[in-house]
């Protein structure tokens, strides 16, 4: 459901939300390339459209790198998935029937199902997956 660029986008985020939790902030493309193994050429790609969305920052220069642009708690799935690759939601007839002036059943309940995923991303931030009970680390090989 989700494509490659918003699962690295996704990577990337929750990298720099890791790095600044240890105070290792700004990360150089270098290090998030290596930690979230996004090939480094799509990093920049992936970069630009978070930093469009004012999710992430950059620095020039020796002391420079990237960096989250607001707290980890500020920042939803959702705000990471809609940089990207928003969501698309059905409003109205995908094939312009004029005798759907309302969605058919199947376009009803597939925009249903665009709609919980919308609620349910919104509702985690960055924050709540690093700080998960669970005993697996994002982006890390737990032993």
């Known amino acids: 459901m989700l494509s490659k660029t918003t699962e690295y986008a996704l990577r990337a985020v929750t990298c ?15 290090e998030v390339a290596g930690i979230t193994q996004i090939p480094r050429r799509y990093l920049h790609r992936v970069m630009q459209s978070l930093a469009h969305a004012d ?6 220069g020796s002391h420079g790198g990237y960096s989250l642009a607001r707290p980890a708690s500020a920042i939803s799935i ?5 940089s990207v690759e928003p969501l698309g939601r059905i409003f109205s007839c995908p094939l312009n029937l004029e005798t759907h002036t309302s969605l058919c059943p199947l376009h009803a309940e597939l ?11 919104g509702k985690v931030s ?6 998960s ?8 090989d737990s032993l």
């Open 111 to 121: 925009d249903r199902a665009y709609a919980a995923t919308q609620q349910a991303f």
């Open 16 to 30: 720099l939300a890791s790095q600044a939790a240890c105070g290792n902030t700004p990360s150089s493309a270098d």
């Open 78 to 82: 959702l705000d990471v998935v809609e």
């Open 55 to 60: 999710l992430v920052e950059s620095r020039c």
């Open 126 to 131: 960055i924050a709540d997956l690093l700080n």
């Open 133 to 140: 009970t669970s005993p697996i680390v994002p982006l890390c």
